[in-house]
């Protein structure tokens, strides 16, 4: 059974910094490509990042871009989120995904086969 499972999210300040992580369980973790995607209130689920198998490639959407990382254990099967100089605009419901496959990006949302239930982030103004 497919286990994707996101912690770490909170509540910060504005400028300050949090750490997700996200465990996966039920399939073979370094065959996938893994994403990082939010969601605010009201709108679209969007594309945050994302990191290949082997996390040599990591793609980030420019919204984030010098701010946030991503990296990964494959021994731990478990992919992180560092998220550094946090604005009020980055308060979302942030969700993990997992994509099957050598691709070097993906920043589609029908690209993904396993999804989170999310882990909620709010940055304080």
């Known amino acids: 059974q497919v286990h994707v499972v996101e912690s770490g999210g909170g509540l910060v300040q504005a400028g300050g910094s949090l750490r997700l992580s996200c465990a996966a369980s039920?399939?073979?973790?370094?065959?996938?490509?893994m994403g990082w995607f939010r969601q605010a209130p009201g709108k679209e689920r969007e594309f945050v990042g994302s990191i290949n198998w082997s996390g040599i490639t990591a793609d980030y959407a420019d919204s984030v871009k010098g701010r946030f990382t991503i990296s990964r254990d494959n021994a731990k099967d478990t992919v992180y989120l560092q998220m550094n100089s946090l604005k009020f605009e980055d308060t979302a419901v942030y969700y993990c995904a997992a994509r099957r496959g050598t691709w070097p990006i993906a920043r589609a949302k029908n690209m993904y086969d396993y999804w989170g239930q999310g882990t909620q982030v709010t940055v304080s103004s």
């Open positions: 039920g399939f073979t973790f370094s065959n996938y490509l």
